[in-house]
């Protein structure tokens, strides 16, 4: 009688002592997951001889306006190569807003814009107040309005101030056309 | 006497067959659900995580694969991040995920996890990441279930694949590792109710199976209860006892085989009684056939006697003739007497009688009252009868007086034996007393203390007789060595008939202070 108890705690006692989700090693589940498409490549105006020019870069899904962000990052070196240069400034982050229709002094919170409002403007941020070149302010312009569906671009080289003061004396309203003279 | 048969005990509380048929059938039962529901949890819980790992590795695999396109623009490696750990854990409260730089040579950055996994506000990941675990992320999916705290969760490692970096700088362009770990929590959470379920489960197939095996056994046993009680009573006496031999188990022919034996029993104690009978029958015929012609021959003797008294040598063997005839008178008289007990004819013809008298009319009729000492209370008064009395008395002292040495003594007196009045005739006598092996035996028929003397006065079956008158009264009748002397036979009689017994006892008692002798 015994040995027939201790033959129906055995089975008890394992089922209680492995209960619950256990704890495993590192367990391998497939291949690399790897996309199967190239997104549109997007289309940035770089500066060779003095000169506006269109370079394309690989886009990202979902993000329209990779372009105009592109223009803050360091060249890479096969365009370097090219003799391709950059005016913008250097260590500059650019930030996109979009407010939708709203007078620019009315803007108290600004959002990642992902698409572009019915007014057809990009409004773009930046905390830099050194001087921007005509050829950098054409590379913003033109890089902006590669993007569909975007007529016009307003830079802000200082937001804060602006917001705080409803004085916008670093507003700058970007047409590609205007620096025509430049392509 | 037959012996006492066992009593059985009132219940083998836990050795008995019962408790332990239940105990097999519990532990069977036990065994078998406990291992189903083992099997069953292993089986749930296996496909339970299966289900939970393989949602959340496709979910995974499939939101980098469209997140992480196969070339990506130079340093946009935090714009895909963002993007990453925004998909992953968009509306799932349960996941967490990182997503980072990887480094392409040295240690790989691994995310801090939270202080605290359990509590929602933490964006970090649940469990730490391992080295090792990142390692092997660079070269597939991998997964690992991590308890922390008590808290099960599953860590997912995974790395776009496929991708084209340029040559120069490979760094710029490579797309993060990403990280994801998804809380268990609900998985454990039902995995736990289904054990709660299971437990249920099973107590109530055992609560069934202890049922099922107290029906059980009690079938099994009621015919082995009813064959012990049967048997108990083919023990005490009663042949006619049988057992219903119902079924076509093992215990139907074990009753079957009760009830064979049971009729074997009983036919052969019936023939066997009959055989006794019928030699009893035939001893007590041919008594009472010899008694008429030694009668007649008694008489013939007598006469033959005096005529030869005048020879000598004549009258010897007359002498010789005439006492053996009477002998043979004697041993049929004997022989009737004892035929009548062994039939159950023999009855009491009940009086008061006072013991002392009733003694010494015995020893007066034998001529005997000189040669035996009696010693007793006058008063004595035992509601008996009489001629057996004498019988018994004659028996004892004509025993003592032939067999055992003077002086022989009788002693009576008041005895009570089992809360029962009644008094006692002791007779003593100073003769070398009795051998061990002749007293159990004493008061059997045929038995004389001289065996090889065949041709002694007694017949061999006054002790019988007298034992039998002894017993029809109720009494006894004992043989015993007294120490320091020769054979002591005890008889005990009770002072009346057993339903009146209390006031004639009194009576007796009363004159017990009174001695002679």
């Not at chain 1, 930030?95 to 990642?112: A, F, H, S």
């Not at chain 1, 016009?152 to 409803?166: C, F, G, I, N, S």
């Amino acid at each position: 009688m015994r040995s027939v108890l201790a033959a129906a705690l055995v089975p008890v006692l394992l089922a209680t002592a492995a209960c619950g989700v256990r704890p495993t090693g590192i367990i391998d589940a497939g291949s690399k997951p790897v996309s199967g498409y190239r997104p549109e490549p997007v289309t940035i105006y770089l500066v060779k001889r003095n000169r506006l020019v269109p370079v394309r870069r690989p886009g990202l899904p979902g993000h329209p306006f990779l372009g105009v962000t592109q223009l803050g990052v360091p060249l890479t070196t096969e365009e370097r190569n090219a003799g391709l240069t950059t005016a913008i400034p250097r260590g500059l982050e650019l930030r996109l807003t979009e407010y939708g229709g709203v007078p620019p002094d009315d803007v108290g919170e600004t959002t990642v814009a992902d698409e572009i409002g019915s007014t057809g403007e990009l409004v773009v941020e930046t905390s830099s107040k050194r001087r921007w070149s005509r050829l950098a302010l054409g590379q913003v312009a033109c890089t902006a309005e590669a993007v569909r569906g975007v007529r016009r671009t307003l830079l802000m080289t200082d937001p804060e101030a602006d917001v705080l003061a409803r004085k916008r004396p670093g507003d700058l309203r970007l047409r590609c056309a205007d620096h025509a003279d430049l392509r | 006497m037959r012996p006492r048969l066992p009593r059985r005990p009132s219940r083998y509380w836990f050795t008995g067959l019962r408790p332990r048929l239940a105990a097999a059938f519990v532990a069977v039962a036990l065994l078998a659900s406990v291992v189903a529901s083992g099997i069953a949890y292993v089986l749930v819980r296996r496909s339970m995580l299966q289900r939970a790992q393989d949602t959340a590795l496709t979910e995974v695999r499939g939101v980098v694969a469209r997140t992480v396109p196969s070339r990506l623009p130079p340093d946009a490696v935090g714009t895909v991040s963002g993007d990453l750990t925004f998909r992953l854990t968009y509306g799932r409260d349960d996941r967490r995920a990182y997503a980072g730089p990887l480094a392409l040579d040295g240690p790989i950055a691994v995310p801090v996890p939270a202080a605290d996994p359990g509590s929602p506000r933490e964006d970090a990941l649940h469990v730490p990441v391992s080295q090792e675990f990142a390692r092997r992320a660079t070269r597939g999916m991998v997964f690992q279930r991590i308890v922390r705290r008590g808290k099960p969760y599953l860590l997912i490692g995974a790395h776009a694949g496929n991708y084209v970096t340029t040559a120069k700088e490979p760094q710029r362009t490579t797309p993060p590792i990403v990280f994801v770990s998804v809380s268990l929590e609900s998985e454990a959470r039902e995995l736990r109710s289904f054990t709660r379920s299971v437990v249920i489960a099973d107590a109530a197939a055992l609560a069934a199976a202890l049922l099922l095996a107290l029906a059980a056994t009690r079938g099994v046993l009621r015919p082995v209860r009813r064959l012990g009680r049967a048997a108990r009573a083919l023990g005490d006496g009663d042949l006619t006892v049988r057992i219903p031999e119902r079924g076509r188990d093992e215990l139907a022919d074990l009753a079957r085989t009760f009830n064979a034996t049971a009729d074997a029993l009983e036919r052969t104690v019936t023939e066997l009684r009959a055989m006794d009978a019928a030699s009893r029958r035939f001893v007590a015929d041919v008594s009472h056939e010899l008694r008429t012609p030694l009668t007649s021959m008694l008489a013939v003797t007598d006469v033959l006697t005096e005529n030869a008294a005048a020879t000598e040598p004549g009258g010897t063997a007359a002498r010789l003739v005439a006492a053996e005839t009477r002998r043979l008178g004697i041993l049929v008289e004997h022989l009737i007497e004892i035929s009548r007990f062994d039939a159950g004819a023999a009855a009491l013809q009940l009086d008061d009688v006072l013991v002392g008298e009733a003694v010494a009319g015995t020893l007066a009729a034998r001529g005997w009252t000189g040669r035996v000492t009696v010693d007793g209370p006058a008063g004595l008064i035992a509601r008996i009868d009489p001629r057996r009395f004498d019988v018994v008395v004659a028996n004892l002292a004509g025993n003592a007086l032939k067999h055992g040495a003077p002086p022989v003594r009788l002693e009576y007196g008041p005895a009570e034996r089992d809360g029962r009045p009644g008094f006692r005739v002791a007779v003593t006598d100073h003769g070398p007393g009795l051998s061990e092996d002749l007293l159990p035996v004493v008061f059997d028929r045929f038995v004389k203390a001289e065996a090889a003397r065949t041709r002694s006065e007694g017949s061999g079956l006054g002790l019988s007789i007298a034992r039998e008158n002894a017993v029809l009264h109720g009494g006894t009748l004992e043989a015993a060595n007294a120490p320091g002397a020769g054979a002591v036979f005890t008889a005990w009689l009770p002072l009346g008939p057993e339903e009146a017994d209390g006031l004639d006892g009194l009576d007796g008692l009363d004159g017990s202070d009174g001695r002679d002798g």
